[in-house]
């Protein structure tokens, strides 16, 4: 018989139905456009949540990042860094508006942006216009040491927080701590819309000219008059309405991640030549992935033995600086993120693992690891 499949991370909407409450009020004022009471109500009570002045609702992270690069005045011909471990919609709006990336890499102890490569990318590239650190798998960057580097060179700092909604730095939440901060609510995030974002700052001012060009630009005039070029990113009303009955489970679903990661933790530890993500004192993360990479294993050997046992995991992100479409841009450094790429795994993480479910995948991954070592 076929065992039941054990995801990565995919949605998981509230056993109490607080999405559908929200979504039929919707339908039941007729405000299906996106506008309306629940993305206002969405985008108050996330700014809330985190601790922040302000936030648009739109359709996705990636439209959150190009409207962070153009609301810190990222423009054609313009240098921005980013750090090289990530998924390709940090870089993305990059190029969308005609800027040229400069690749990172990131640290052994934070598996994100390494301070010093970033100084030093800086040295050599003073005229750079925004930053882009990345909180990956939930695990908070050196965010000190990093905006130190940034207020230095005079440079805004952008937080690509799409998976580490709920992460906290130094107990306080990740993507409020630059310029501005962006989160995801793509499928597999820690919430879900089915698909949205958020772009949150404490400068009104500036979340303000993104809602403005989220809804096409449109100038306050009877007709249509438009002065700037637009665009259709803001997020619908029934989306919205999902992402408010997800705030109210945020904190249950990084309890369960964080507890997924404490079983792998205990039950893989004693396995040879095996690392686990990195944990630092300033670092509470929501555990989006657990993730492990081991010396002397190949990680494929693992993912198949899984996949065989209808279980997903994934390798660690395929660094950028690697990736054919990016690959002539500068990087500054990228031994790091190549070894992670190389070694690394993604466990399945979902939050709707039972206690069964992680018994079955680490009992796989251990035969797989000491058959082979
Ligand atoms: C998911 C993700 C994004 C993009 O978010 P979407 O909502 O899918 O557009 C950006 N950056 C990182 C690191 C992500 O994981």
Known sequence: MKKNKILLSSPHMSDEGYEQEFIKEAFDTN??????????????????????????ALVSGTSAIHLALKAVGVGVGDKVICQSLTFAASVNPIIYEGAVPIFVDSDLESWNMDPKLLEAALTKHPDVKAVIAVHLYGLSAELDEIKAICDRFNVPLIEDAAESLGTLYKGKQTGTIGKVGVFSFNGNKIITTSGGGMLISDDAELVSKVRFWSTQSREKERHYEHKEIGYNYRMSNIVAGIGRGQLKVLDERVAQKRAIYAYYKKMLADLPGIHFMPENTWNEPNCWLSVVYFDGIDPTILMDALANENIESRPVWKPMHLQPVFKKYDVFGGEVSEMLFAKGICLPSDSKMTIEDLERTTSIIKRAVNDEA
Not at 42 to 52: G, T
């Open 31 to 56: 405000w299906i456009a996106p506008l309306g009471a629940n993305v206002d109500g969405f985008e108050k009570e996330l700014a809330e949540h985190v601790e922040i002045g302000n936030a648009a």
